[in-house]
């Protein structure tokens, strides 16, 4: 704000008559600043001689050597393997990977509810538009903790005892000890399925490539997308087939109390992924509608007026305008859930709160280093985010200007 | 020009074919309000109208429905022998041979000049791109600005940004041309180079509305003046008539409220 | 009568068309029901089924928390039977613990007056045309919170000493919120002068400590005060539990603050600042007298939302061991003389519906002080 040059901060601002020094605005600021960073510096030089009297009187080691001691806990749920003997540091990767998973399932869930009710709440029809209010007042009004809650109660009451559990096809199990599934197991000639998944997807981006040139050359269209999705879903078919299908799944099978193999996800994920993405869908959803509303009726009308169908103006002159407007409070939640994640603390849910600044801290005590490294790597998902942002503003920005 | 006939007596082919833009006893009402009340009126080909009339006369949403933005719902319209109903088919044919331009120039902000001039050739007419930007190009020259071509509206003044909405409209080669005033955001000194390329779109004969209050262009190139108020049409005349002798008393107030 | 002319050349209206009222299908309860539920296929489809979907959800709510419900009963074997709804008694066993935690069932006046008194000072404060807005922020902001301290702690004037400690349940979750944007109002508007501050040091300083609380979860700031805070505090000078998750809640809404406190310093206009400067005001009255009162009357919206969002994070302080409304009601759960199937349906529903009361309540307050500051004055 250039209009405050020259006025700088001043307690002493208004006494009149004094010597001109202490009235030039330069050295009122560079004085107030100095005053200012001596006070941080005393407070942080209080903190840290504190810290290490109470580290020294309470016995607690310093130092971050204990991310290679081993953890003697377990851990329900991980990504990455994780033996009794894994070390601390182990379990801080672990937490991460937990971390990054619920959010990217959750982002994703997320996205498509709140997207849905974004667009249902501006349908013509009055039913489906109350339904999309109803579900935004009542997903943002009530704590993202106590729908998590909620949530997992509602999955372990509801949900049937392994011996009883919802399958489907067989394969698929649902009771209270979580969600089995069939996991991939590749035999001989998968690599060419892997090979081929790429190569669809190579080819689907060559077609696109070819329609717009196609486009710009004759005027004639092509269906990209579906072509597209035959591809990808097309190519890798047909080549299990040529190999005679070396996919196979292990199956869960029910034993005793259990199921034995498969894949398991476990309640507390469903439960806290479930209660995020549909607490974070109400909030995507007013910034979907705010978004397609910014976009003024004129433009729709002049769209029209010149012959394009609805479904193109939506494509090409609705959707582009309205994303300008949408992305950026769309990237802040997607933040907001990732932060939420470390609600998961409160149904056991192991990501890196609960693991690594709850169980690491209450067995290690070091405090200062858990819970600085535990900041860490949420302000590290912070500021990766928002230099994305700036850096999707600053390209909008040139758009406009 | 036709002579004048009941409305019921016109046999409809005849009336379809031989008229550009025809409306026969259209009512509309939004909600309560009755906003058009038996609407009759027929332009031939490449005759050039002017309407005018205090706000909220109908004016705007008359030739709103002449492209269906506006749907009427009583008494028929055809447009160049197409009439509009609820049948999308027949509303793109009617959409594609007619331009409309408008008030608040509706440009689309995240596309360039050029872009906004190619968007409906080549996704509508399915016109390849080199020809589509040949097409804009020609019509940009012809609103005078073609070197802006590659900026975006909001880089444009409201002037520049009205003709290059001329220019959108005319790359999808109309037949006829709707303005819905087309001047009356601008500042004063811009009005008269949008006036000036409408003149020129006159001259080479479209068929042309326009819902305007400048009356000097009225009178400048409109074969008839149209007075609307109360959504029914009061008066009409070609325009040294219309300006020089006023018949309804309603027309005769008008015209000495906005000429002073 | 109508002119059946048509308009060619030259035509005069002799007489006007008379108003006629719209077709039948176009007005009254079943064009609006045309257009809105039924205008096609596939609208019809969507129409009867959100109407089955809204009928079954509304009547299963009503079915549980009415017509199946428990009303009557001394413990769990009121509500055990087979086909039990929600089960009432239970809240109403617990209903002091819900709303006091522990705070001794003699003392309760204390926290009942600190809510009236809350009451009492907010609800002017919320109406526009209530008079001495500005003494009644400075008794709500600044002697509120000593007075409701004294009262509910007391070891004063002869009131018996009540800690913290035993403090829960509803008075928990509204200490917390109400401290919450209390103490981050002030600091909130300091950081945002520091953010938009012409002084590096100042700026950079703000900058950092807007962002550090804003990109890390509550969860973390709440650990951080429990476990790290008491390091870098010498000894003996201990805080209690709820003092700690204060101070954090504190500094973590201090920070959204301060965001939408700058959102409105940037939105008075630069002739504002000219005019305060022309007049030969200094930095900081130019800013207390007229700078912050424009600005902090346009974000009350942004106030409100954030005092929303702090309101839903009180729950968090349960984690570290602090029982709010939700931590005394799972406490509640754990008594086995209540223990039922239909238990903590009935406790969430409970809580439900007091956290929608509020947030909803709150957000339909801040949608119209919005909507009165849009029509106030458009710039």
């Not at chain 1, 197991?185 to 190579?202: P, Q, T, Y």
């Not at chain 1, 802040?332 to 801290?361: D, H, R």
């Not at chain 3, 001394?74 to 819900?98: D, H, M, S, T, Y």
Request: hydrophobic share 50%.
């Amino acid at each position: 704000m250039s209009v405050q040059e020259g006025i700088s901060p001043s307690p002493s601002t208004g006494d009149s008559g004094r010597v001109s020094l202490v009235n030039n605005p330069r050295v009122r600021g560079f004085i107030f600043q100095l005053i200012t960073a001596i006070i941080i510096a005393v407070v942080l030089y209080i903190f840290v001689t504190n810290a290490q009297t109470n580290l020294r009187s309470q016995g607690i080691a310093t130092g971050f050597g204990f991310l290679d001691q081993p953890a003697s806990f377990d851990v329900n749920q991980s990504l990455i393997e994780f033996t009794q003997n894994a070390t601390y540091g182990r379990v801080l990767l672990v937490g991460i990977l937990n971390t990054l998973l619920v959010a990217a399932v959750g982002i994703i869930l997320a996205t498509i509810i709140g997207f849905m009710v974004g667009i249902a709440r501006l349908s013509p029809n009055w039913m489906v538009r109350t339904l999309g209010t109803i579900y935004v007042e009542v997903t943002r009004n009530l704590p993202p903790l106590f729908q998590i809650f909620f949530w997992y109660v509602v999955l372990i009451k509801f949900s049937p005892s392994p011996r009883d559990s919802f399958s489907l096809f067989n394969a698929f199990f649902y009771s209270n000890r979580g969600l089995y599934m069939p996991s991939v197991v590749l035999g001989n000639g998968a690599i060419f399925i892997e090979l081929s998944i790429v190569i669809a997807v190579v080819l689907a981006l060559v077609v696109r490539y070819w329609a717009r040139k196609r486009q710009e050359q004759t005027g004639e269209q092509f269906p990209v997308l579906w072509t597209a999705i035959g591809l990808i879903i097309g190519l890798p078919l047909i080549v299990s087939a040529i190999f005679g299908f070396p996919i196979t799944f292990d199956v869960p099978e029910l034993g005793g109390f259990n199921f034995r193999g498969g894949t398991r996800v476990i309640p507390e994920f469903v439960a806290l992924t479930w209660a995020l993405s549909i607490y974070t869908a109400g909030f995507i959803a007013e910034i979907v509608r705010a978004g397609i509303m910014a976009v003024s009726h004129g433009q729709t009308e002049a769209a029209g007026s010149l012959g394009l169908r609805p479904g193109p103006t939506l494509r090409l002159v609705v959707i582009p305008q309205a994303m300008r407007v949408i992305i950026p409070p769309l990237t802040s939640q997607y933040l907001n859930l990732t932060k939420n994640s470390s609600l998961a603390v409160a149904v056991g849910y192991p990501e890196i709160t609960a693991i690594f600044a709850g169980t690491t801290l209450n067995q290690t005590g070091q405090a200062i280093e858990v819970i600085a490294i535990t900041m860490c790597v949420y302000l590290t998902i912070s500021i990766v985010t928002s230099i994305f942002m700036n850096w999707y503003n600053r390209r909008v920005a040139l758009v406009e200007r | 020009m036709s002579v004048t006939q009941t409305a019921a007596a016109v046999p409809q082919s005849q009336a379809s074919t031989r008229h550009a833009i025809e409306l026969i006893d259209v009512n509309k009402w939004y909600g309560e309000f009755h906003v058009l009340k038996d609407i009759n009126l027929q332009v031939s080909r490449g005759e050039r109208i002017v309407i005018c009339g205090p706000s909220g006369s109908g004016k705007s949403t008359m030739i709103r429905c002449i492209n269906r933005l506006e749907e009427h719902q009583k008494g028929r319209i055809f447009v160049d022998g197409t009439e509009l109903t609820n049948d999308l088919k027949k509303i793109d044919e009617v959409r594609r041979e007619v331009g409309m331009v408008f008030q608040h120039f509706n440009l689309f902000p995240h596309l360039t000049i050029l872009e906004n001039c190619t968007l409906a050739p080549i996704w509508v007419r399915k016109m390849p791109k080199k020809e589509a930007e040949e097409v804009a190009m020609h019509f940009l020259a012809k609103v005078k600005i073609p070197e802006q071509a590659k900026k975006y509206p909001g880089q444009l003044s409201g002037g520049q940004q009205q003709r290059v909405a001329i220019a959108r409209a005319l790359c999808m080669r109309p037949k006829i041309m709707l303005f819905d005033e087309p001047t009356s955001a601008l500042d004063p000194e811009m009005v008269k180079e949008v006036l000036d390329t409408m003149v020129s779109l006159a001259e080479e004969g479209m068929t042309m509305l326009c819902v305007t209050h400048e009356m000097g262009f009225a009178r400048q190139v409109a074969d008839r003046v149209i007075f609307m108020d109360y959504g029914q049409i009061i008066e009409s005349n070609e325009p040294n008539e219309f300006f020089a002798n006023p018949q309804h008393e309603r027309t005769k107030k008008f015209l000495a409220d906005i000429l002073h | 009568m109508i002119d059946t002319a048509i308009p060619n050349q030259v035509f005069v209206r002799s007489q006007l068309v008379e108003t006629l009222p719209a077709p039948k299908s176009e007005v009254g309860p079943l064009a609006w029901a045309r257009a809105n539920l039924f205008s096609g296929p596939i609208n019809s489809l969507l129409t009867i089924i959100g109407f089955g979907l809204l009928a079954y959800i509304l009547f299963a709510l009503l079915d549980f928390l009415v017509l199946r419900a428990v009303w009557t009963g001394e413990n769990r074997e009121a509500c055990l039977g087979p086909e039990v709804g929600a089960c009432w008694p239970f809240i109403k066993a617990k209903f002091g613990q819900l709303v006091y935690g522990f705070y001794p069932v003699d003392e309760r006046w204390r926290p009942n007056l600190v809510f009236l008194l809350g009451a009492i000072l907010i609800v002017p404060l919320m109406v526009r045309t209530a008079p001495f807005k500005l003494a009644n922020a400075v008794l709500f902001f600044v002697v509120y919170p000593v007075v409701a301290f004294f009262l509910l702690q007391g070891d004063v004037l002869g009131l018996p000493l009540v800690s913290t400690r035993i403090w829960g349940g509803i008075l928990v979750t509204l200490v917390v919120a109400v401290v919450g944007i209390v103490a981050s109002l002030p600091l909130g508007i300091v950081l945002a002068l520091g953010r938009r501050s012409q002084l590096p040091i100042i700026r950079f300083a703000s900058i950092a400590f807007i962002e550090f609380w804003r990109g890390v979860p509550l969860i973390t700031v709440l650990f951080f005060a429990t476990y790290m805070l008491p390091l870098f505090l010498p000894r003996g000078l201990e805080f209690n539990g709820l003092l700690r998750a204060l101070v954090g809640v504190s500094l973590f809404a201090a920070a959204y603050m301060a965001e939408v406190v700058r959102g409105g310093l940037q939105a008075i206009p630069r002739g504002q600042y000219e005019g305060a400067m022309a007049v030969g005001l200094g930095y900081w009255r130019m800013m207390f007298l007229i700078i912050l009162p424009q600005a902090l009357k346009l974000v009350i919206p942004g106030i409100v939302n954030t005092f929303i969002g702090l309101f839903k994070d009180t729950t968090l302080v349960l984690i570290v061991s602090i029982l709010d409304l939700l931590g005394q009601l799972r406490a509640a759960f754990a008594d086995p003389n209540w223990a039922t199937p239909v238990t903590e349906f009935t406790g969430y529903a409970f809580a439900g519906f007091f956290y929608f009361f509020f947030c909803y309540g709150m957000s339909r307050y801040s949608r119209y002080v919005e909507r009165r500051l849009n029509t106030g004055h458009k710039r």
